[in-house]
């Protein structure tokens, strides 16, 4: 069984900062790509930011220069460094990781339960 637990979500100031984090446990063998999704009420869920295979780190525009993600390959967590936060920020926020439980399973997307964050004006 695989889970990704989140921590870290919370009320925040505009302008302020917060650190998520998103921890794999359970059966994994390998885990391909970690990132992170929100989604804000009425809209859909949209990628925040990722850590491909490679390194590749591509981040939605409108988080680009204040949101910074990083992972710890040894831990199996990744975090989503934010700062600046704005209003429009504010959102569930969703840990996702593509892996593999055995090797020869091939990868699956997992998903976390989700942290609420809220920036106040």
């Known amino acids: 069984q695989v889970q990704l637990v989140e921590s870290g979500g919370g009320l925040v100031q505009a302008g302020g900062s917060l650190r998520l984090s998103c921890a794999a446990s359970g059966s994994i063998f390998s885990i391909r790509t970690m990132g992170w999704y929100r989604q804000a009420p009425g809209k859909q869920r949209e990628l925040v930011a990722g850590?491909?295979?490679?390194?590749?780190?591509p981040y939605a525009d409108s988080v680009k220069g204040r949101f910074t993600i990083s992972r710890d390959n040894a831990k199996n967590t990744v975090y989503l460094q934010m700062n600046s936060l704005k209003p429009e920020d504010t959102a569930v926020y969703y840990c996702?990781?593509?892996?593999?439980?055995?090797?020869?399973?091939?990868?699956?997307?997992?998903w976390g339960q989700g942290t609420q964050v809220t920036v106040s004006s």
């Open positions: 996702n990781a593509d892996l593999a439980v055995t090797y020869n399973s091939g990868s699956r997307g997992y």
């Open positions: 850590i491909l295979s490679g390194g590749v780190t």
